[in-house]
């Protein structure tokens, strides 16, 4: 438990569990609560969305020269489900100081990519790529570990919640459905590229760090993460569907999250 916990929080730096608050940017019981509420589906989403968002240069490079990702996956992955957790539970005032730190570090981020071209962590359309990935990725996890019969019309509201956010960063444009994140992501494609860079983040990504039990759960989300890799994504990245083990790693993944949600004391889905 320790152990999922730290996933949210970093208590060396003091920080402790997000309180779910009734005056947040998003009331209780609404889809992006509920979407966000899953451990293990949002453990699959966002490392699914991480190998999405590594398929575009700027948000690739950006990663690369800014950040200590090789060094320390973990915690960039810890920073991003901070954001999501306080963005989604936390006061309207927590979520806003996280929103604003992270356009701060953003301006800082810049540079140019190895054939020349500028790039910008400020760039709307990056930020619209990195948020579409998230969006989609959380949102097609929820559906095959949590609730499958969500309803269209629930699964629309989450894309127009989740928007709020996304626009509260500069991202442009930004879905508010199903039907506009297909198309974002459709219009997106040319820009994407399946360099070495990318592909040698996806063997980082998916490379266990742990070792026993815990080696273990990294190898199983990730073989998830990468069954719910749109085809095109797993080919541009190198990596092969599961194949044969895909019925396994769902009905295992599926399993991790009963227990999880059991652990939490967090009530069973619809």
Request: charged content about 20%.
């Amino acid at each position: 438990m320790r152990e999922v916990r730290a996933i949210f929080h970093d208590s060396s730096r003091g920080e402790g569990p997000v309180v779910p608050s009734d005056a947040g940017l998003f009331a209780p019981g609404t889809p992006i609560r509920i979407v966000h509420a899953d451990v293990v589906a949002m453990m699959v989403g966002g490392i699914t969305a991480l190998l999405l968002q590594m398929l575009h240069p700027h948000a690739l490079r950006g990663v690369l020269d800014f950040s200590d990702f090789r060094a320390d996956m973990h915690g960039r992955l810890r920073r991003t489900a901070r954001f999501i957790a306080v963005t989604t539970y936390g006061s309207r005032e927590a979520a806003e100081q996280q929103i604003a730190r992270v356009n701060r570090i953003h301006q800082g981020v810049r540079g140019t990519l190895p054939d020349g071209r500028p790039y910008a962590a400020t760039d709307p359309a990056t930020l619209a790529w990195v948020h579409v990935a998230e969006a989609w990725s959380f949102l097609a996890a929820h559906l095959r570990y949590v609730r499958p019969d969500m309803t269209g019309a629930d699964q629309d509201r989450y894309y127009a919640q989740f928007a709020l956010v996304a626009k509260a960063l500069h991202a442009d444009p930004v879905p508010h459905s199903r039907a506009e994140a297909a198309a974002l992501m459709l219009s997106m494609r040319p820009l994407l590229e399946g360099s070495a860079d990318a592909r040698e983040v996806a063997r980082l990504i998916l490379t266990p760090r742990a070792e026993g039990a815990a080696g273990a759960a990294q190898m199983l989300l990730g073989t998830a993460a990468v069954d719910l890799l749109p085809p095109f994504a797993r080919t541009m990245l190198g990596l092969k569907p599961p194949g044969v083990a895909a019925l396994p790693t769902r009905l295992a993944t599926g399993a991790m999250g009963e227990a999880l949600r059991w652990a939490f004391g967090a009530p069973r889905p619809d």
